[in-house]
């Protein structure tokens, strides 16, 4: 992997600064603008008094940039990674929930108006119409509904005014992309206003495959609030979002790799049987073209946020908030990107992956608190919430000629099923549509006791105290069995008898019971208190210093992988020092933050990789998700950000980020592709590869499936630097005209896409360029703007995992190309 040393990120930053920028997260308060208001503490106070390390996006930011989902936004902020995947993952400063398992709650918290949205689906919830979104970096323990243990997104959306108001917008760009947004607010009575909103938006895709480009996407959302303030004292605010989303090819993996470098070069897997179908010759370049059979992704939510405020008293209120949030996710994606023979009859899916999530939630937030700027402020409260979870995932073994699998015969089992099977014999015969179907069901209750209080002992002097005491219940059960599908389509899935079910069990993983077959029900309770403490002390007028420490946790739970696996809770001890100013007469706003972060009992989830023997002398490299406890992981690191106005026409806008997230101690970790590849030997202690010696610096990894030693290893996720630097420019022109240009520039270092330190796995360091270049009326009613992103046209991933039949190749899902467009903006 390449790598950005400091002498080139202090360069890239240089550079920025010299293009200058409005970063997508900058943030601001320059002199000239107003003072940025975030509720990063339950209450509204300015971003230079709070003492957490805080980045901002404004919704005309997202806008400018045609910014429409949390993963875009995520490729420009310092220390902030999603991973587009199967199930997406978000880290904060190099921490997070790991990829390939659903049983996760996220490590970053989702905030919506006060709303806690715990599944990562979620994610896929448009961006629009947004007010702010303030990006909380660490532990949030005290003032959000759940406490999250790596860092928070809290999103304000836009409410409704006392006036009449209406903006809107329309986008057309490259790859068939549109994007449409309405937003209308108006008062209906002295004491009642409504806002309404809406967009609509999709793309054609920017990714060639079999079926057509991808990922073909279709989305709508819509939203109307309500705020009624019948009297001085109480204000009631009621918003509900619905919204739908389709995409066809939205997971179309590429195979890079195929075959794999040497010496990761086994011989008579998945992918020497796709070479031998192209005569020797495909594309396995990470680039845009992919041979991944039609994959789907459908997601349908609704959302209901209700906050009523009254004062009690004066100087004191009370806060109710209600929220309820239900998803239906449905996907369907694929192991091996690439089409098969060796299937069953009409399957070129060797591996098919279909899932289904239908979740609910509801929740109830009750807080006092005091008014702000006395000898002691302070807040108490508490929080309940119970949601449902019904997960199915179904999987196609298509890519096994389970005709192999004759044993069937000694035993006298006979699949049985209205399906079309072949009837086995001693012959190596094509094998059936064999298929698996694992359900999970949860349940979870979490209660919670919440306070803080802030004491100004002397002048200048802050000291916060906040603690939350937690009690999380969970209970669930799985059923996983074996059977045959269509093509696995919906309905079609009928198990096998349990004999059957029983040896394809052991035949697959080596043992009936690992396999998780049957049934499991399971129930846990995790409690903890997390105290936090910070003290904050005015340096001068300007010039604010902090020091904070506070304790995380997040509770154990249920892995929705093959393996039945419960995990243990998790814990971290945070520590952050930092300085907020402002200089140069206000013309100048700088934030430096130092951290580090302890985690104990870390949560990962991995996608292994098992070498199966299936008899005959061929082997078949299967993967897995898991999910377990590292004994202990440590983020540290340093973040510095700054807002400098130039000029009446120019401000210039930066954040770069120095990350060091390794594991402290990971004994037993799963092999990577190149070890498995390079290392891995049959029963008879015959190599499996014919490449020549390990290459370095791969570590020694045991046999056939066994773990490495990944201590002192970089985790996923995780540059070692990253940052962004921006510019916006506004020039008067005649006739009422103003000329708008606003370039960003964007880097992260290398790093790995798996929590294996797999080299095949990896992300090269990169920079990327965008800009926006318009016309705006100078009273800021209309504008007209040309928008390219990505214009060096970096190709770039956002995860990999392994190809299961092909040890040592990955699947790779890239991230857009270079991409113009142009957008028509209102505002009245």
Known sequence: MRSISKTTALWLTASAAALGSTAANAQQGASGRDEIIVTAQGREQSLQDVPVSVSVVSGEQLEDFNITNLTDLAARLPNVNIAEAPSSALNIRGVGSGTGNWGFQQSVGTFVDGIYRSRAHSIRAALFDVDRIEVLKGP???????????????????GPSDELEANGSALYGSHGEYNTELGVSAPLTDTLSFRLAGQISGMDGYIETPTGDAPNRDSWQVRGSLRFEPTDRLTSQLRVDHGSSDAIGNLAFQVVGCPPPAPADIVGDGCADFLAQNGGVIDDELDYHS?????????????????????????????????????????????????????????????????????DQFSQEIRFQSDEGGFIDYMVGGYYAKDEMNFTNNVGFFFADFGLLTQLVSFGVIPTS?????????????GDHVSAELSNDAENETISAFGAVTIRPIDRVRINLGARWSRIEKFATRASTRGVSDNLRPGTYVEY?????????????GSAEDFGGGSMPGRRTDKDFMPSASIQVDATDNVMVYASYAQGFKAGGYSTANFPVTFEPEYVDAYEAGIKGSFFNGDLDANLAVFLNDYQNLQESVVQTLLVDIGGGNFVGTTNSIIDNVASSEAKGVEFDFGLRINDYITLNGAVAYLKSEYDEYVGAPCNEVQLATQAVDAMGTPLFTGGPMPSPVTVCDQMGGTQDLSGQQRAFAPEWSGNLSAHVEIPLDNGLNFTLDPVV????????SATA???????????????????????????????????????????????????????????????????????
């Not at 041979?291 to 992704?297: C, I, Q, R, S, V």
């Not at 008898?497 to 993983?509: A, G, M, P």
């Not at 964007?746 to 896409?753: E, T």
């Open 140 to 158: 949030q323990t005290t003032f959000f509904g759940a406490n999250s243990i790596a860092g928070a997104l809290n999103i304000t959306t836009r």
């Open 291 to 359: 041979d991944t059979p039609l994959d789907y992704a459908y997601f349908d939510f609704t959302e209901i946020a209700w906050t009523n405020t009254l004062e009690v008293f004066d100087g004191h209120q009370l806060i109710l908030r209600t929220g309820y949030y239900d998803h239906d996710s449905q996907q369907q994606f694929t192991g091996i990107p690439y089409p098969i023979t060796s299937g069953p009859a009409g399957t070129t899916d060797g591996l098919p992956v279909r899932t289904q999530e239908l979740y």
């Open 418 to 430: 209205p399906l079309p099977v072949p009837v086995l014999t001693n012959q190596a015969l094509p």
């Open 497 to 509: 008898n349990e004999d059957t079910q029983l040896l394809l069990n052991s035949l697959l993983l």
């Open 746 to 753: 964007y880097f992260k270092d290398d790093h790995f896409l």
């Open 758 to 828: 797999d080299p095949t796995a990896s992300q090269d360091a990169y920079a990327k360029v965008d800009l926006r270049v318009g016309i705006a009326a100078a009273e800021g009613r209309w504008s007209l703007a040309l928008i390219g992103r990505n214009l060096t046209n970096e190709v770039t991933a956002s995860y990999a995992a392994p190809v299961t039949g092909a040890t040592g190749s990955q699947r790779y899902m890239v991230e857009r190309p270079r991409s113009f467009a142009a957008q028509l903006s209102f505002n009245y």
